[in-house]
């Protein structure tokens, strides 16, 4: 589903924010990515979601180059960053409407799809209002219920449980783990090591730029915490 | 006592950093360098317009005595209508604080807070008024030979009182503002609406003073005392009446002082912000530009920094089309006929090229990009074209300038002749288009995606005098093709052809620019 190839990327400082990553996500996979602040995933992330341009390597949706047709491979993920900043003088209405319509979804689609993820989020009574109005929370479902609405077969998140409360980060983790039984995927960091822990198959560990470790949950925690993995293998490398 | 100038020296700091950005001294002297030049302007103009009205009526006086003291009427009224628009439009968008919370957390009283703040936005106020106002003052003391120094003190007196009273209505009109936020949607549209209003307001005042005052003859004191607050202020200042001042005392101080305990009572509590009670959802499907289309005009239109800054030459142009409407051509005429020789031309391409000027100052595209800022990762992350978010942008430009160019060439057009309206209209919207793609262009080049506030984009980016300056350049190319080799022998028929190739060649080459170039800078953001 989604396969990064030495992917390099240099900011226009010189600086090298990631070095020859490879990191692989296949259908079904719930994929964790994980480091320090500052070690390169939300950099990693945003160049998968199509924001950055980098320098060397492929990123692959689906089988599809995100440089040779973005179109496409944007068609196919949905993405959420670590702080959703949103259209403020729209409603969370009109912004719903605005990102279906970039979907090209029919009026059924979209109203039936709304209804369901606004009332799972209990956001209904609140699309109607301005979303310069919403609390960051609100803000957080309101971008969750957006990249639901088209049925994605990739989801990226960029730490998407902060500023949820606790039962709207259990309908999340629901929506990722019904993704994932469909057959589409996840790739999202996170500092919440027992959520990354309960909830992924797979994880891979990035310091400094580069990847540090990649593989599935049970290989690399084996009997022991992902919380000492991580300090040992973040502190050693 | 201690608190209170310690928060109005950290209040000056934040104002310091504000200014400089960095603290690099390159940028610390760019931004000093800014305001004083700033500052010197407004002091030039002021007393350039001061000395010349004062030498008017100085002449004037020799055969009608008093008509001196019309110099300070004329001085002072213009003056005051600045500073009546600049209270007013304080008022309409009412200063968010964020700091409010933070200060409450500290042990400093309500009154320290709100003395220090008050003592810090006066301080300001006065500065600027008295760029304004007391011009008329020194200005008339020095030229008038029967003026006492007394009214340098009166004019410095009334500088302090002047800052109190546009504190106090400013507060007062924006507490109404604050409460229209809460029962209406779109404030930020009537917020507009009401700037637009006031502008043309002080520029019909502005305009009324020199027709008003051509008009004179008779006694003076007459003309004054035509005007309630003039009189009781003339009075006050020129002839040192001591009850008129105690009056204008008292108006200032009362409100200001009343804000204060307002101000202490309200600070800290939340104001309502806006709630839709229509629980009802409605579901529109459109296309993908138009959806972005329509996303870029609720925005124009809800942001009314964004919105005032550059409808500014859509506003001029109607106006000026139905002050002609109601004028007649006979004015234009007059006006060509007063150029030197080698400038006049035809009243009917003047028209043109005038319109084409000043739609040069709505090139909304030349921030739109930057104005994106933080949301620009939605434009990104989403299956958008480019082409499509280049095209809802431009066409946000094209619909203002040709909703301007319809309702202007109609007012202009001779209905003799039909054919002016087609040209009045054409030319110009077609000038706008090529000025909306420059402006994204120059844009591209120049974004601006890290800010605080939409002003800080609007009023100083690069971008922006950048985008006016290829603008006009464009625009004005059939004109200076019209000077070169048709002056003598083109008619507007002959006129409307050269701009229109013109124009479209021009059209070419900034569309291949913008879907080549364009497109990788748009990229790389």
């Known amino acids: 589903m989604l396969k990064i190839e030495n992917y390099t990327k240099i900011y226009s400082n010189g600086k090298k924010a990631v070095n020859n990553l490879n990191i692989h996500v296949l259908p079904g996979d719930l994929f964790a990515f994980i480091g320090h602040n500052g070690a390169g995933k939300t950099t990693t992330i945003k160049s998968v979601a199509g924001i950055l341009e980098f320098n060397e390597g492929r990123i692959l949706i689906d089988g599809v180059s995100i440089k040779d047709d973005p179109l496409l491979c944007k068609n196919k993920i949905a993405y959420i960053p670590d702080n959703p900043d949103l259209y403020d003088s729209l409603t969370g209405m009109q912004y719903l409407n605005f990102i279906a319509d970039i979907f090209k979804l029919s009026k059924d689609e979209r109203k039936e799809r709304i209804e369901y993820y606004a009332g799972m989020f209990e956001l209904t009574d609140y699309l109607n209002n301005l979303i310069s109005s919403y609390s960051h929370g609100m803000k957080q479902k309101l971008a969750l219920i957006c990249a639901f609405i088209h049925e994605p077969k990739l989801l990226i998140l960029d730490e998407p449980f902060v500023g949820l409360d606790p039962k709207a980060a259990y309908t999340v983790k629901q929506l990722m783990k019904d993704l994932c039984a469909k057959g589409g995927a996840i790739f999202f960091s996170t500092h919440i090591l027992e959520v990354a822990e309960k909830l992924c198959n797979k994880i891979a560990i990035i310091k400094n730029g580069e990847l540090v470790v990649t593989g599935s949950m049970e290989e690399i925690t084996k009997d022991t915490s992902l919380e000492n993995v991580f300090l040992e293998l973040t502190e050693r490398a | ?525």
């Open chain 2, 1 to 525: 006592m201690r608190n209170i100038c310690l928060l109005i020296k950290t209040y000056f700091l934040i104002f310091l950093g504000n200014l400089t950005g960095k603290k690099e001294t390159k940028k610390i002297l760019g931004g000093g360098l800014i305001v004083t030049l700033i500052s010197l302007l407004m002091v030039g103009t002021f007393t350039i317009t001061a000395i010349t009205t004062t030498n008017q009526f100085l002449e004037l006086s020799k055969v009608l005595p008093g008509a001196e003291e019309m110099a300070m009427f004329s001085n002072l009224t213009i003056g005051l209508l600045l500073v009546i628009l600049f209270t007013i439009m304080r008022s309409i968008y009412p200063a968010k604080t964020s700091d409010e919370e933070m200060l409450l957390s500290l042990p400093v009283t309500k009154f320290q807070i709100i003395i220090s703040k008050g003592f810090y936005n006066y301080l300001f106020d006065v500065a600027s008024f008295g760029m304004v106002l007391l011009p008329s003052f020194i200005v008339y003391y020095v030229l008038i030979p029967t003026a006492t120094f007394m009214v340098l003190v009166w004019g410095i007196i009334f500088v302090l009182l002047s800052a109190l009273i546009s504190n106090a209505l400013s507060y007062f009109i924006g507490l109404i503002f604050i409460n229209l936020a809460s029962k209406f949607k779109n404030i930020s549209i009537i917020q507009s609406v009401l700037t637009l209003i006031c502008l043309a307001g002080y520029l019909i005042l502005q305009y009324s003073i020199p027709g008003y005052l051509s008009d004179f003859e008779g006694d003076p004191i007459l003309y004054i005392n035509n005007i309630g607050i003039m009189k009781v202020l003339l009075s006050w200042i020129l002839h040192n009446n001591l009850i008129n001042f105690l009056v204008i005392l008292a108006l200032c101080i009362i409100p200001y002082l009343l804000t204060i305990i307002i101000r202490i009572n309200l600070f800290g509590k939340t104001f309502n912000v806006y709630q839709n009670h229509d629980k009802s959802l409605k579901y529109h499907s459109s296309s993908v530009w138009y959806a972005l289309f329509k996303k870029e005009l609720k925005f124009y239109f809800g942001n009314s920094t964004y919105f005032i800054n550059t409808i500014i030459g859509c506003f001029f142009v109607i106006g000026i089309s139905v002050a002609y409407r109601i004028v007649g051509k006979e004015q234009v005429l007059a006006f060509v006929n007063v150029l030197p020789e080698e400038l006049r031309l035809s009243p009917d391409i003047l028209i043109v090229i005038l319109q084409s000027m000043l739609l040069t100052t709505t090139v909304t595209t030349s921030v739109a990009i930057s104005l994106e800022g933080k949301n620009l990762w939605i434009l990104k992350v989403h299956p958008i074209r480019e082409r499509d978010v280049f095209i809802s942008k431009i066409l946000v430009n094209i619909t203002l300038s040709v909703v301007a160019c319809l309702i202007s060439g109609i007012m202009f057009m001779d209905f003799n002749k039909p054919f002016t309206g087609v040209a009045y209209f054409i030319i110009p919207a077609l000038g706008s288009i090529n000025s909306s793609i420059i402006g994204l262009l120059i844009n591209l080049v120049f974004p601006k995606l890290e800010f605080d506030s939409v002003e800080q984009v609007v009023k100083r980016s690069i971008s922006v005098p950048l985008s006016m300056a290829g603008a006009f350049i464009a625009s004005l190319i059939p004109a200076v093709i019209y000077f070169c080799f048709g002056r003598n022998t083109w008619n507007l028929g002959i006129y409307t052809i050269v701009s229109i190739g013109v124009y479209l060649i021009i059209f070419f080459i900034l569309t291949l620019i913008l879907r080549t170039k364009g497109v990788k800078l748009y990229r790389k953001l």
